[in-house]
């Protein structure tokens, strides 16, 4: 969109130069504004498009149209000086202010909000005004650009706020720690970048450029990235205003989106896009809940941005990242526990930093940073699976013990390291993860994970005190930073009812906590169940793998760039696919209009992948994922015939980011099955 937007800009720009250095007619002139009006329409038919709100009906009938809100007459001097910003004749300023009016007014009502001069609902309205939309439509843009793009508690001290300072200091913590020094809060800068989308301080073009790329991504979170360019930008302009004033920073910062261009645009998205490639993907999985409508997860226990010491990563991302070999973040563990806890299990590619030794024995801590540092060096240019640019610590999980990882964690953020992160719920949240993944059958993919350098095996047990691996399961394996260590590999049982702990480790039971992806999921639109998200049974007997497909297709060889870019491929899904063995294998999901091809990565030959499977989207049956991993998804295809549904075939894949995922395959079976039944 924005690519056709551009050059339907640049034809305009190039054709009224040619008419004015040729001294063209009047006539002549007229149709080449004309033209540009035209683009102008075009625009506003991408950006209903884009927001879905073509063809939407008129929102406002239902209501009265009495303007009677205690905060009427500030709602209306509001309006009436974002008009006075826009060139427009008397009538049109006066039927303007009337829709702006209307629309804030009619917000305020349906959504119970109290209008304040804080609230950057009318900056929002100003891009809107320039497509010359009729009143229905620009309510019902308005409206989708505040569900789907403002992020819920956009107002002093809210969670968008921390969670942007978070980021900051995950990629810029130099800049970060002098912004915290000087006490200056993102709230106080960024409050109505965040509320307008930059339209409160940037000029028009550049705003509607901006919003030509940013709605045609669809990714409300690429916001925080936009912002953190704009701050990467001024950065040696911020940091020599050492001795200003706090409120001159705060204006410096506040009007820095004033200096865009809208030929800047461009590279402007393709940075933030790159600085997104080197975020964990936690950042977004763990704060789904402040964009859009859905009540879901709002009571969930989530973690208080304000008080977070560094960006908390979740354990399944810290796996897979480096399980699946791919380009973006990759996590070098450090383990944080003291010595004793460490050796009676951890996490086979984690360094060991003892967090006690920063008080009890400095130098010996300031050796083993030193040695940290260089084993990460090393690891990376091995391309050991341990490596990663990114450090992330792990403590117990228990609050009181990881206070001296606090401290250590404190040191490294001091120290302006970058890419910094901390496992979320430590040791104890890797250790539940692993029993339940155990327990859901992908044991020789994730029980690996855990070594002993005590010299006798971890192990799985149950609450009678039986162990669930048998003695000659233990392989030994070369960690990174540690000497010859145990791997424990423990056979799936059926225990799906008991206590597990791990020996060596705890003894106490371990807590399950309610999470947002507990939820059953519904049929939708009356047709077959497409989609639903529950826990499945333990593997099927009469299931059939795909595996069962001809040799000729799954060898056939294609390059992954090439099919990648095809023009009938819609989405890119990176996964790993998952076999009844347990076994995983680097994937890509290609989903075209009628299919879904998985290309299963050849480990021997980079770029290249055998075409594992094709399915067509309209033999979907079911699509399952687990309450407790809702990254492993199963896809189940089959034919429905009188005597019920017939699966022909059966595929699991471990996807980061599965949501997201799943919610563009469902939509492309949905537009399948509709095609059909409309045929």
Not at 13 to 20: K, N, P
Not at 78 to 87: F, M, P
Not at 421 to 427: M, T
Not at 606 to 619: D, E, H, M, P, V
């Amino acid at each position: 969109m924005a690519d056709t937007v551009e050059e339907a800009q640049g034809s305009w720009d190039q054709d009224l130069a040619e008419v004015l250095d040729s001294g063209g007619s009047d006539s002549e002139m007229e149709s080449i504004v004309q033209i540009q009006e035209h683009s102008a329409e075009h625009r506003a038919k991408m950006w209903k498009i884009a927001l879905n709100v073509s063809g939407k009906g008129d929102s406002l009938s239902p209501w009265d149209g009495v303007l009677d809100l205690p905060e009427q007459t500030l709602i209306h001097n509001r309006s009436q000086q974002l008009i006075d910003q826009l060139e427009a004749s008397e009538a049109e300023r006066s039927e303007m202010v009337s829709d702006v009016e209307s629309v804030i007014t009619f917000y305020c009502k349906s959504r119970n909000i109290t209008f304040t001069p804080e609230l950057s609902l009318p900056h929002l309205l100003k891009p809107l005004l320039g497509l010359k939309l009729p009143r229905s439509d620009l309510y019902n843009c308005f409206y989708a650009i505040m569900n789907k793009y403002i992020p819920r508690e956009c107002v002093p001290n809210g969670r968008p706020f921390h969670l942007y300072r978070l980021l900051l200091q995950y990629h810029e913590p130099e800049l970060c720690s002098f912004l915290d020094t000087k006490k200056i809060t993102p709230d106080s800068y960024a409050i109505n970048w965040l509320g307008s989308l930059f339209s409160s301080h940037c000029r028009p073009e550049v705003t509607q450029a901006l919003w030509d790329s940013y709605l045609q991504q669809a990714d409300p979170f690429l916001i925080f990235f936009l912002m953190l360019i704009i701050l990467v930008n001024a950065k040696e302009s911020i940091l020599s205003e050492e001795g200003a004033s706090k409120e001159d920073i705060i204006k410096t910062l506040e009007t820095s989106p004033s200096l865009l261009e809208a030929e800047d645009v461009e590279d402007l998205f393709l940075l933030a896009q790159h600085y997104q490639s080197k975020t964990p993907l936690s950042l977004r999985k763990m704060n789904q809940n402040l964009f859009g409508s859905s009540l879901v997860a709002l009571k969930e226990e989530e973690t208080d941005l304000s008080q977070a010491l560094c960006l908390p990563v979740s354990v399944p991302e810290i796996l897979q990242a480096n399980q699946l070999q791919q380009d973006g973040v990759r996590f070098f563990v450090v383990d944080c526990r003291p010595a004793e806890q460490y050796n009676a299990g951890h996490l086979s590619t984690a360094f060991h930093l003892d967090s006690d030794l920063m008080l009890q024995n400095p130098s010996e801590f300031a050796l083993s940073v030193k040695s940290l540092l260089e084993a990460q060096k090393q690891s990376l240019e091995s391309g050991s699976i341990a490596s990663g640019e990114h450090l992330c610590f792990m403590g117990s999980g228990r609050e009181e013990e990881d206070m001296y990882m606090n401290m250590v964690l404190a040191h490294f953020l001091q120290k302006n390291k970058e890419y910094v992160s901390i496992a979320k719920g430590g040791f104890m949240a890797l250790q539940k993860h692993l029993v339940d993944m155990n327990v859901e059958g992908l044991d020789s993919s994730y029980m690996n994970w855990i070594v002993s350098t005590s010299g006798s095996h971890s192990s799985l047990s149950s609450v009678d005190g039986e162990s669930l691996s048998s003695p000659g399961d233990g392989k030994g394996v070369k960690s990174l930073v540690n000497k010859m260590t145990f791997a424990l590999k423990s056979k799936s049982v059926n225990v799906k009812e008991k206590m597990i702990s791990f020996i060596e480790n705890t003894s106490a039971p371990v807590d399950r906590h309610v999470s947002s992806s507990d939820r059953v999921g519904k049929p939708y639109r009356g047709v077959k169940p497409v989609f639903s998200i529950g826990d499945e049974e333990e593997y099927d007997t009469d299931e059939i793998d795909s595996s069962s497909m001809s040799d000729d297709d799954r060898k056939e060889i294609v390059n992954i760039q090439t099919w990648m870019n095809k023009p009938d491929v819609k989405h890119h899904i990176p996964c790993n696919e998952v076999k009844e063995t347990g076994h995983m294998f680097p994937s890509h999901l290609l989903i075209t209009a009628t299919h879904m091809y998985c290309l299963r990565e050849i480990a021997s030959r980079k770029g290249f992948a055998y075409i594992q499977s094709r399915q067509a989207l309209s033999s979907v049956v079911k699509i399952t994922s687990k309450k407790k991993h809702p990254e492993l998804i199963t896809f189940k295809f089959g034919t429905n015939n009188s005597a019920g549904v017939e699966i022909s075939a059966v595929e699991r894949y471990l996807i980061p980011n599965a949501g997201d995922a799943t919610k563009v395959i469902k939509q492309q079976i949905m537009k399948v099955l509709d095609a059909l039944e409309s045929s």
